[in-house]
């Protein structure tokens, strides 16, 4: 049988004591929603009302049929681990209590748990999604590399995302609110300065610029960046040259031949003395010893 991938496993592939965890199950339980609170782990910033209500409108007619999965962390209370946005609902269709797994986890593994299991069963948006990696990464002490192979993704997905982090938040805002997707952000991030940054993000927004428009601008922008770079750096080593041609005909007659001088836009350089016979450069170490 062919192996599943690592988020097809779920949480087992991220969790090295998962089946000691299965084994806390305590089976399901019928919980009262007022002794149940939030996931201070729960990596979704906003939840959406028109889902809601539609979820609420089903669990009204059939109930909740997945239980949500609570741990215990005192009398007759419970904190959600996964299942935040169906305990929303259920308080909005009037439930009095829900059915819940209860597992006995620790704040590391119940960190990990929630964040992915959001991340693989919840539609974040990719801000959500970088911060839930990085959360990983930072609270879980994870390495890029560790992540990407235990969510079965490349690291290249997983750096993309932690680079969207990078972004002015008002370009991350914009990915939240759904103005930009993915995509028309991915190329803002290699724009250098956050003024521009904006001005294409409102460029995007204004005139409804595809991803491949805004691909060619960021390139066509690097490419003049870099010419321009070029061309400064040309101006600069034409400048040093300038600078030391007095010294170059000074060399020329000290040695009586033409001195090869080369400089960069730094002023970093070589000076080349040039000889063609044996005594030619016999003269020319003459000449270096008189000048000590």
Request: glycine share 4%; charged share 30%.
């Amino acid at each position: 049988m062919a192996k599943r991938s690592a988020l097809g496993r779920g949480l087992s592939a991220l969790i090295d004591d998962a089946d000691k965890v299965k084994e806390q199950i305590s089976g399901i339980a019928e919980i009262e929603l007022t002794n149940i609170e939030a996931n201070p782990f729960q990596p979704r910033t906003s939840f959406n009302d028109e889902s809601l209500e539609e979820l609420a409108v089903s669990i009204k007619e059939v109930g909740l049929i997945q239980p949500v999965t609570l741990r215990k962390i005192g009398e007759n209370k419970y904190q959600i681990i996964a299942g935040e946005r169906r305990f929303r609902a259920a308080q909005l269709a009037g439930l009095v209590k829900i059915p819940a797994f209860i597992r006995e986890v620790d704040n590391d593994s119940m960190l990990e748990m929630a964040l992915v299991e959001n991340i693989q069963r919840e539609d974040l948006n990719p801000i959500e999604i970088g911060v839930s990696y990085q959360r990983l990464i930072e609270e879980c002490d994870l390495t890029q590399e560790t992540l990407s192979a235990r969510l079965g993704k490349k690291r290249s997905t997983v750096a993309n995302y932690l680079r969207l982090l990078k972004l002015p938040a008002i370009i991350q805002k914009g990915l939240i609110d759904k103005e930009i997707s993915m995509g028309h952000a991915r190329p803002l991030i290699n724009v250098e300065g956050t003024e521009t940054q904006l001005m294409i993000f409102e460029q995007i927004k204004k005139h409804d610029l595809s991803v491949r428009k805004v691909e060619e601008i960021v390139y066509n922008l690097s490419a003049e960046n870099h010419e321009n770079e070029e061309n400064a750096q040309k101006n600069s080593a034409q400048k040093y040259r300038q600078l030391f041609q007095p010294l170059k005909k000074k060399l020329d007659n000290l040695f009586e031949s033409p001195v090869k001088m080369t400089t960069d836009n730094k002023g970093k350089g070589k000076i080349i003395i040039p000889f063609k016979t044996q005594d030619e450069l016999k003269e020319i170490v003459e000449i270096l010893d008189s000048l000590k």
